[in-house]
């Protein structure tokens, strides 16, 4: 099973600290629903670069979005050679490390700019 990508804001807690209970829980509920879009793109657009054989390996990474907990979201395989085709496939591996990366400065510039609404 290929190990799971987890995105989760840091640094968050010293901004929720200064604001009141509400603007806090706003907040939180803002950068979740942003978090996970960022990860649902971030799980297709992996699907959509994985080496495809059968389909097996692509189709299972959409559907494996999952809330780990507050503004934490977690996506992966689990299917048994997943780990292998990233790290090891002639010409498409790194397909989920990709996925991050190219959605990671989009990430960061969604959440600060929520923040900086405040």
């Known amino acids: 099973?290929?190990?799971?990508?987890?995105?989760?804001?840091?640094?968050?807690?010293?901004?929720?600290?200064?604001?009141?209970?509400?603007?806090?829980?706003?907040?939180?509920?803002?950068?979740?629903?942003?978090?996970?879009?960022?990860?649902?793109?971030?799980?297709?657009?992996?699907?959509?670069?994985?080496?495809?054989?059968?389909?097996?390996?692509?189709?299972?990474?959409?559907p494996s979005v999952e809330k780990l907990d507050d503004m934490a979201w977690q996506f992966g395989s689990d299917v048994e050679y997943a780990t292998r085709q990233e790290y090891e496939h002639a010409s498409k591996k790194g397909f989920f490390r990709k996925a991050v990366w190219d959605n990671r400065e989009k990430f960061r510039q969604a959440v600060q700019r929520r923040i900086n609404e405040l």
């Open 1 to 62: 099973m290929a190990r799971n990508m987890n995105v989760h804001i840091t640094g968050i807690d010293d901004v929720l600290r200064r604001l009141s209970d509400e603007a806090a829980r706003d907040l939180v509920a803002d950068i979740d629903i942003i978090t996970e879009r960022t990860v649902r793109t971030m799980a297709n657009e992996a699907a959509t670069n994985a080496p495809v054989k059968t389909g097996k390996l692509a189709a299972s990474i959409p």
